[in-house]
């Protein structure tokens, strides 16, 4: 059978699928019949291609192997360089929240110290050098610091992004802000349905009995 017979049987089938009705015994076995042909042209069609299947995916496999040869060098060195600029960045990060921190921890001590002083002052009756060390303190709290600059090299972009770490699994939800944070393994469910058949109360999950049919080539 040719590819241009192939074509023409298949498209035959397709009405002959959507015509057919099984309302009786006997309409089953037809139909039983009739998908016993259809595996056994499928059958026949596979066994057409496979050889040139088999022959294109051995080049295909040959073209890609050597596509990765020649890759290989370059997706190497620039995973390496890659991995050196991102521990460059991420010390840069550090070293800015180290900073920061500091920053803050002086301005904290200094409105602090300038608090403590105006309420000894007070204590002294020097009420307006009080006030002064009032106001120095509320300049502090505010205090907008110098920032390292940002430098950019041309041709590379620097994205902070937040991943996540998973520390404990079992403590991991299902759901965390409307989103499905853990994806339901259907195929193992499919798997433990038939273990126990249906004899397991899982919540949100309902065992069922249904049919399949194999129909055989011949």
């Known amino acids: 059978m040719n590819e241009q017979e192939q074509r023409l049987q298949g498209l035959t089938l397709i009405p002959q699928a959507k015509a057919m009705t099984i309302t009786s015994q006997q309409d089953y076995n037809n139909a039983a019949e009739v998908c016993k042909d259809i595996k056994a042209k499928i059958k ?4 057409y291609w496979k050889d040139l299947k088999d022959k294109a995916y051995k080049a295909w496999k040959d073209i890609c192997a050597k596509e990765k040869e020649l890759l290989d060098p370059y997706t190497k060195a620039e995973t390496d360089i890659k991995v050196k600029m991102t521990a460059f960045q991420r010390q840069k990060m550090e070293e800015e929240r180290l900073l920061r921190e500091e920053q803050e921890r002086f301005r904290r001590e200094e409105a602090e110290r300038l608090m403590k002083a105006a309420e000894e002052a007070q204590q002294e009756g020097m009420a307006e ?6 106001e120095e303190a509320a300049k502090v709290e505010v205090m907008k610091f110098e920032q390292p600059k940002q430098e950019k090299t041309a041709g590379t972009a ?19 802000k409307g989103m499905c ?7 193992m469910l499919n798997k433990l349905a038939g273990l126990v058949k249906g004899k397991s109360d899982i919540p949100g999950v309902e065992f069922y009995e249904d049919v399949s049919i194999a129909v055989s080539r011949g």
């Open 44 to 47: 026949q069609i596979e066994d």
């Open 129 to 134: 050098h009080a006030d002064y060390l009032v």
């Open 158 to 176: 620097v994205k902070k992004v937040w991943k996540a770490r998973i520390v404990n699994e079992e403590l991991v939800p299902a759901y965390a």
């Open 181 to 187: 944070i853990r994806k339901v393994d259907e195929a």
